[in-house]
């Protein structure tokens, strides 16, 4: 019972960070196609960047993210020691993969530049912790 409440559980995470993704590529057409969104964007980009995107901020924000890739990297390289399955590999290595998007939205000036860079930080950030909330489900999922 609890082994299909898992995977159900992973399932149903999976399934979100899907529409999470296919939901920014939405925004960001919308942003570009209608001038009430792309107004509403640009502003609450404004006031996201003035409120929460100082250097100090953003230093801090870069130092507690490379802190979590490297434990991700480290339960990764512990799980090809132990030669688990290659299902519980899969978690991880999204959760890093998005954890280093995470990353270069915040260090790349381009990304800044988008419309909807707000969102897709948000965004990214909320794959990122289903990510890791999967990798908790996978470990303790028992053979």
Partial sequence: MKKKLGFILLSF???LQ???II?????NDLSRK???VNHHVIVKKREFISDFMSQ???GIYKVVLVVVLLLLLLYLIYQIVKRVQW????STVLGILAG????????????LA??????LLYMTLAIFLIGILNMIIVYFIKE
Avoid at 23 to 27: A, H, K, L, R
Avoid at 100 to 111: A, N, Q, S, T
Avoid at 114 to 119: C, D, E, G, Q, V
């Fill in 13 to 15: 995470f999976s399934l």
């Fill in 87 to 90: 299902w519980r590999f899969v």
């Fill in 56 to 58: 100090q901020q953003l």
């Fill in 18 to 20: 899907v529409v999470g």
């Fill in 100 to 111: 280093v998007v995470l990353y270069l939205e915040l260090i790349l000036d381009w990304m």
């Fill in 23 to 27: 939901g920014i590529f939405v925004f």
């Fill in 114 to 119: 988008l419309p909807i860079y707000m969102y």
């Fill in 34 to 36: 209608k001038v009430g």
